[in-house]
């Protein structure tokens, strides 16, 4: 089984990213789990702290856990936006691969101190765990927005990373790019698409040569994803999509069979449908090459 690096290294090699998808119960792990083995690709599933506190943080680890071990599947589990260090190390402690350190929303210098701490403290408890930190303003929440936040403000600067990634050493870097978390009521009817700022993500990853990860992808216009991955992202994730797919395939389940109560029934259309949504994007990712040989 490759390491969550080794698969990193290779994507970023290859100029294709490995996708991310939040999940909140067992229903998106198993959609997003039998997308990736069909397309015979890499996943990472996240769990952001809200996420964890719902379903456990140790509980969700032992699920993935379990699947890459029965599979031998190369499923990651990254503890998506945790804002401090307590809940980081609660997660590293509890099996997770990866750990996205977000304290983003405060002034730079004092991001930079927190994240360099944060950074220490995980490595010593796990050396092999990875560490992300995150510069920028990205908007927070991936639900529906009525909205959109003012962004062009915090796009990260190629300077601004360098420094970050030199003082805090993360093994990856979450830039504000044109990105932005949740998704505008346009974006879901499809009439508008996020648009990315291709040069300044070819900018930053001359300035800083580690792995680079694409957050709020939802609704991002194709060509983009594309471009964007084609000039220096490793890493793409989705959560409003699923969340979007998810309850679509719940409503429209509850539709056909109004009368049901037994879960297992009801829940499979969830599956489908979440399964289509992420199939979707890791088939875009991959640039439709499949990349696991063992599964
Ligand atoms: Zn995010």
Do not use: C
Not at 42 to 59: D, T
Not at 202 to 231: C, N, Q, W, Y
Request: no cysteine.
């Amino acid at each position: 089984m490759e390491t969550l690096r080794k698969t990193l290294e290779q994507a970023d090699a290859n100029r294709v990213a490995i996708g991310h998808f939040n999940i909140s119960d067992l229903v998106a792990l198993k959609a997003v789990f039998e997308a990736a083995r069909e397309l015979k690709v890499p996943v990472i599933v996240g769990a952001s702290e809200g996420e964890r506190q719902f379903m456990g943080a140790r509980q969700v680890a032992a699920l993935v856990k379990s699947l890459r071990e029965e599979h031998d599947f190369p499923i990651f589990l990254n503890a998506d936006h945790t804002h401090s260090l307590p809940s980081a190390m609660e997660a590293a402690k509890a099996g997770f691969d990866w750990i996205v350190f977000d304290v983003s929303t405060l002034p730079f210098e004092e991001n930079v101190r927190q994240t360099k701490a944060a950074v220490e403290a995980l490595k010593s408890v796990r050396p092999d765990i990875l560490v992300e930190g995150e510069i920028g303003d990205i908007g927070s929440g991936s639900e529906i927005h009525d909205a959109a936040p003012e962004l062009q403000k915090g796009l990260t600067s190629p300077a601004q990373a360098k420094q970050f990634v030199q003082e805090t050493r993360v093994d990856t870097l979450a830039p504000a790019v044109g990105n932005m978390h949740g998704m505008l009521k346009s974006m879901v009817a499809g009439d508008v698409k996020k648009r990315l700022d291709i040069e300044r993500i070819r900018t930053i990853k001359a300035a800083v040569p580690i792995f680079m990860t694409l957050h709020g992808a939802s609704g991002t216009d194709d060509d983009d994803l594309r471009e964007a991955i084609a000039v220096g992202i490793t890493v793409v994730h989705i959560n409003t999509e699923v969340r979007l797919a998810w309850r679509g395939g719940f409503d429209s389940a509850l539709a056909k069979q109004p009368n049901e109560i037994v879960p297992y029934k009801l829940l499979p259309p969830v599956v489908d449908s979440v399964k289509r949504a992420v199939a979707a994007r890791l088939t875009l990712f991959s640039g439709g090459r499949r990349r696991v040989r063992s599964a």
